[in-house]
């Protein structure tokens, strides 16, 4: 049994991260910024502690004695929300790696960390599959930009004798996923239309992206924190294809009943021009490393999502 301090804990991969360590009979110490930890998983919890992750004050007061794992979760992670917040989300997203891991080195502590950066960060404009040797975006959104940084500050830490692994998930979706993301967005707009009528506003649903369940995407986690099997210092966390924005509505259309029941209307003002028309990442590195491939299908997970947010 290993005791892993998992933080963002209480956020959407945090939860299901919490689940899946327990499933594996570990124990979970959670970190988050609230006083209490979200209820869904606070009887699960061998441990909590409120903490800014950026106060290196704070992060003294963590006890680590007896911790074999980090999955550093914690940040801020809306891709569309980091235009108006750059600067805010370059420190928080390294931060909250950074104070924890000098730390860590600095006690020289054996724990092992599993920082958790983005497919965001690679260039959209090269050949797909995506894979962990392809080139990362020259600019991209501030959200990209504070995960190369994150990733810069790993590769420090690791110079400086942390054992850090960084792990590239693409776009997850699943059960609990709040709002500002495609599939929880699309949901609210289909629901409003389904009470009051108004037409349901989308963009672009040509665009292909790489969707994998939560639940696969937290399996590779668990595995990478708790095993010894790793042989690569990053890891790609992907689905290895592409789905048409157009599937998902499709999908959350007939598992919400709402099929021929909405207008569907495109706005051309949330449509950005420069998008790439299809994005997707490779997961040979992981499958070859630890045997992991995506196990849930698309139709269940948004079944699953649609249940849980009714």
């Known amino acids: 049994m290993a ?3 998992v933080t963002g804990v209480s956020g959407f991969v945090g939860k299901h991260l919490t689940r899946e360590l327990i499933k594996r009979g570990h124990e979970v110490i959670g970190v988050g910024l609230h006083d209490e930890p979200d209820p869904a998983i606070a009887g699960s ?3 909590y502690l409120a903490c800014d992750l950026t106060d290196p004050a704070e992060v003294q007061k963590i006890p680590l004695n007896g911790i074999d794992g980090v999955v550093s979760l914690a940040g ?5 929300a980091s235009f108006k917040n750059s600067e805010e989300y370059k420190k928080i997203n390294v931060a909250v790696l950074s104070v924890l ?19 965001a960060i690679y260039d959209s404009d090269q050949a797909l599959p995506l894979t962990e040797e392809s080139r990362l975006t020259g600019s991209g959104s501030p959200y990209a930009q504070s995960k190369i940084l994150m990733e810069k500050r790993a590769e420090e830490l690791r110079a ?14 699943g059960p609990g996923q709040e709002k500002g993301f495609l599939v929880p967005d699309l949901f609210e707009k289909i ?40 042989r690569h210092d990053v890891y790609n966390v992907a689905s290895g294809h592409s789905v048409a924005g157009q599937r998902i509505l499709d999908l959350l259309l007939e598992a919400m009943g709402a099929r021929g029941r909405v207008e569907i209307e495109v706005n051309q003002t949330i449509i950005r021009p420069d998008d790439p028309k299809e994005l997707f990442g490779s997961y040979d590195r992981l499958h070859e490393d630890i045997g992991w491939q995506p196990e849930i299908d698309l139709q269940r997970t948004i079944g699953d999502f649609v249940e849980s947010a009714a």
């Open 3 to 5: 005791r892993i301090l």
């Open 45 to 47: 919890l061998a441990a």
């Open 76 to 80: 801020l992670a809306q891709v569309g």
């Open 101 to 119: 891991g000098e730390r860590i080195v600095e006690e020289k502590l054996p724990i092992k960390v599993l920082a958790v950066s983005s497919g």
């Open 160 to 173: 400086s004798g942390l054992d850090c692994l960084v792990v590239r998930p693409f776009n997850h979706i």
């Open 191 to 230: 629901s409003r239309s389904l009470q009051n009528g108004e037409p349901v506003l989308v963009g672009d649903l040509k665009t292909r992206r790489d969707y994998t369940d939560v639940r696969d995407v937290v399996r590779a986690y668990a595995e990478l924190i708790t095993g010894s099997a790793a």
